[in-house]
Structures are given as structure tokens and as C-alpha cells.
């Protein structure tokens, strides 16, 4: 039988019972994380069954995923991922630069360009945990 993981307010309910410290709202950068509000950390997790987050409670660590994935299974997998989208990306240029040269008068080109970097600058900033703006002064 596959365990179900906890709604947002379940996690706060078994929270609250012990370690009234420690809240859980929902990612606003992704709403199908939760994001952990401790006393110095602000951390964002997958959703969590009912013995991982007391184990995650106890340990400030969490285990494995509801599918029994380790944060180092997931990270390479989503690692992975990252990486066919930047190869994907860079075929998307090549091409979206070879149609522009048929039309090199259409603005909606740049404008195209204009968005995907806004895009990157953004990934990087949060990545790098700077403004967007400390990012554009280095290119």
C-alpha cells in the first residue's frame, strides 16, 4: 500500500503539537512544494508522509521521498533533467537564429530573446541567491 503524504494543514497540526516553532505554507515559487518556516531556515521540501516528517522534525533532515528516492537520487535526476533542457535550449537558438536570418527586420526575434534572458537571469539569480540586476553587471 503506498503511503499518502500529509496536506499542508496536517503538517502544521503534528508541527504545532511539539515543536510550535516550525510552519508549513505552500512555495510561491512552486505550489507543489511545501516550504518549511523554522527559526533561522526557510527551506523548501516535497511533500511529506507522516513518518518522514516527524523524522524530519526530530532530525531537521529529510529522508527519503514518497517514492523512496534520496535527495541524491533526486538532485541527479533533476540534474539530468536541467541538462537536456540546456542542450534543448541551445538547439531552440540555433534554429530560432537561422529562421530570424530569413526576416532579419522582425523585432518579434528580439523580443523572443528578450524573454528567454530575462528567464535565465532570473534561474541564476535565485540560484546564486543575488538580484538579477548583480547578474546583468557581469554580462
Known amino acids: 500500500m503506498k503511503k499518502q503524504v500529509l496536506t499542508i494543514r496536517e503538517a502544521n497540526r503534528l508541527a504545532k503539537s511539539q515543536w510550535k516553532t516550525v510552519k508549513?505554507?505552500?512555495d510561491p515559487e512552486d505550489a507543489r512544494l511545501w516550504?518549511?518556516?523554522?527559526?533561522?531556515?526557510?527551506q523548501?521540501?516535497?511533500?511529506?508522509?507522516?513518518?518522514?516528517?516527524?523524522a524530519f522534525l526530530?532530525?531537521?533532515e529529510a529522508g527519503p521521498t514518497k517514492d523512496g528516492q534520496t535527495a541524491a537520487e533526486v538532485y541527479a535526476e533533476r540534474r539530468?533533467?536541467?541538462?537536456?533542457?540546456?542542450?534543448w535550449l541551445h538547439q531552440e537558438l540555433a534554429k530560432h537564429q537561422k529562421d530570424t536570418r530569413a526576416e532579419p527586420g522582425d523585432w518579434?526575434?528580439?523580443?523572443?530573446?528578450y524573454r528567454v534572458r530575462?528567464?535565465?537571469l532570473e534561474?541564476?539569480?535565485?540560484?546564486?541567491?543575488?538580484?538579477?540586476?548583480?547578474?546583468?553587471r557581469c554580462l
Open 80 to 87: 539530468r533533467d536541467i541538462d537536456r533542457l540546456l542542450e
Open 58 to 60: 526530530d532530525t531537521g
Open 35 to 42: 516550504r518549511v518556516e523554522r527559526p533561522g531556515s526557510v
Open 24 to 26: 508549513v505554507r505552500r
Open 108 to 113: 518579434g526575434a528580439s523580443g523572443d530573446l
Open 44 to 54: 523548501a521540501h516535497e511533500p511529506m508522509t507522516r513518518e518522514a516528517w516527524l
Open 118 to 120: 530575462s528567464g535565465l
Open 123 to 136: 534561474v541564476l539569480a535565485g540560484l546564486r541567491g543575488v538580484e538579477m540586476r548583480d547578474i546583468e
